[in-house]
């Protein structure tokens, strides 16, 4: 770690992000289950500032609150008009001092809320960099293959930073420097200070730039540093959707390479999305196209996908998960779900449980060993050990008006294409006969059957369908077709 803290880390935020073309502002949105902003404060968060601020403008509302929410220690001050880089953190310093903050305890960090992949090692080799040097200011810098739009570093022939220019104010041959300005730095407080309340509007933008102090502290015989960040993904800005995509694929692989060398076998990393929440065991197998999200966990030995997408749910060790929908539901060790499984907020399946295709199940505990293996839908219920719900099963819960619960004992058999009508209970151990409509509760060790009687009336196809291939079929099976039967007015 550095020697010492920051005494303030600020983050850029309050820009329009016009080229997101988005009503949410654009450091709202998210990549692996985390807003662009919360990943630069987790970032932040490495190097235990002070104090840490984030600067609002457009959306200020929407943006506070969400730092309030993920960051609650943060500070957020609002800048009315964004009239440049400089003049943001100038309103930041100012805010602190009203505040009765002071930030000549340690270095001020300036960061972007807009770069997701920035890694807090990074910003501790900024800091190391800054204090190594005695610098009054320490850009993190990095050397792109394509600088357009990025402010340059310019170097004096000993490559000590002479100046940051912007792009739209470089001449051609500051153009093809190709080491830029991540907009990301450390500075001395009081230099900063002194130098922001020097800066002018006098560019191409009409805008305060940040970048303007660096040259000034260097005019006034300070030591300016660069701190070369090796991967340039860090730095990655997002202004887009396209840039958007392109930092969630970088972090979708950075969290799948790690997640791999802690044991977890991911057969296809292109189509596994991991939330930064997401916590897995050693020897989980991930097969192709599977999205976790949230607060997701996976124990040993589990398998999860093909085409499963689980939002905060916990998986048993050993469970497999196969074409499944999932949403805050809970698989028991052991057990299996899938293919086209839909598991609902409120679904706790216990140990060797099965869920099998075609099956929605919601707000319903399924004890373990039960089976519901085809075809069904299961609400609010409580389904006892090692009964078995049959094909087709349906739990009516819902009377149009109020959702009801229903409890199936221990050891239960639900005949196929069973409707459980609740509020109903059937008994430890008991039957319902296949295609009862069960009203009633069932004692525990009886037969319910909820249904009439069959009535088969004779000669039918070959009176009223005469001629049909199915009357043909039938004379073929020696149905004779003159027998008349009184049944049928029936
Ligand atoms: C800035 C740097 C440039 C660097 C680039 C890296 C300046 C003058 N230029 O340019 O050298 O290569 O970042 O991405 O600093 N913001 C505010 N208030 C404002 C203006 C901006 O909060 O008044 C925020 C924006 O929301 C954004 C960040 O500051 O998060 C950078 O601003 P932006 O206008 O994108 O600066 P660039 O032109 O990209
Ligand atoms: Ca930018």
């Not at 805050?328 to 399946?349: D, I, K, Q, S, Y």
């Not at 609400?379 to 619960?405: C, P, Q």
């Amino acid at each position: 770690m550095t020697s010492s803290r920051p005494s303030a880390v600020v983050i850029l935020a309050a820009g329009e992000g016009t080229r997101m073309k988005s009503a949410t502002p654009k450091v709202l949105h998210s990549i692996a289950g985390r807003s662009l902003l919360g990943h630069v404060i987790e970032a932040a968060s490495t190097l235990e500032p002070h104090h840490l601020v984030v600067v609002v403008g457009h959306g200020r509302d929407e943006v506070r609150a969400h730092v309030e929410e993920i960051a609650p220690w943060a500070i957020t001050i609002v800048q009315e008009e964004q009239n440049g880089t400089g003049h943001a953190v100038r309103i930041a310093l100012a805010g602190l001092a009203e505040r009765g903050i002071a930030t000549s305890h340690g270095p001020v960090v300036v960061l972007t809320g807009d770069t997701p992949l920035l890694s807090g090692r990074t910003l501790v080799g900024l800091l190391l960099e800054h204090e190594s040097t005695t610098a009054t200011a320490t850009v993190l810098t990095a050397r792109l293959a394509d600088p357009t739009g990025y402010g340059r570093i310019v170097r004096d022939s000993d490559g000590s930073v002479l100046a940051i220019v912007e792009h739209k104010d470089a001449t051609d041959e500051q153009r093809r420097i190709d080491e830029i300005n991540s907009g990301m730095y450390a500075f001395a407080a009081e230099r900063l200070s002194s130098c922001l309340g020097r800066i002018t509007t006098d560019n191409v933008q009409g805008e305060e730039y940040l970048t303007d102090v660096v040259g000034l502290m260097h005019a006034d015989g300070d030591v300016v540093s660069a701190s070369l960040c090796a991967d340039p993904d860090e730095i990655l800005g997002v202004n887009d959707r396209v840039q958007l995509a392109q930092a969630a694929a970088l972090m979708r692989d950075r969290i799948n390479e790690s997640w791999m060398r802690q044991g977890v076998s991911i057969l296809d990393p292109g189509s596994t999305w991991l939330d930064v929440d997401v916590d897995l065991q050693a020897d989980v197998v991930i097969r192709p196209q599977v999205s976790m999200r949230g607060p997701t966990s996976v124990a040993a030995g589990a398998v999860v996908g093909p085409g499963t997408t689980l939002i905060s749910c916990e998986v048993g060790a050993g469970a497999q998960v196969i074409h499944t929908w999932a949403e805050l539901a809970v698989v028991g060790e052991g057990a299996r779900v899938g293919p086209f499984t839909f598991l609902r907020p409120g679904t706790v399946l216990g140990n060797d449980t099965r869920a099998g295709a075609y099956v929605e199940i919601k707000n319903s505990t399924i004890g373990a060993g039960a089976k519901v293996p085809h075809l069904s839908y299961v609400g609010d219920a409580e389904i006892g050990i090692g009964s078995n719900i049959g094909a087709a099963t349906i739990v009516v819960n819902y009377d149009g008006v109020d959702k009801h619960r229903t409890v199936v004992g221990d050891h239960a058999r639900i005949g196929s294409d069973t409707m459980l009508v609740a509020p109903v209970t059937v008994g430890d151990g008991a039957y319902t006969a296949a295609g009862s409509v069960i009203t009633d509760d069932v004692p525990p060790g009886a037969m319910a059957v909820g249904r009439s009687r069959q009535r088969n009336i004779e000669g039918w196809v070959q009176r009223r369908r005469p001629g049909s291939p199915a009357a043909e079929a039938a004379g073929r099976a020696g149905q004779d077709p003159a027998s008349d039967h009184p049944s049928e007015q029936a």
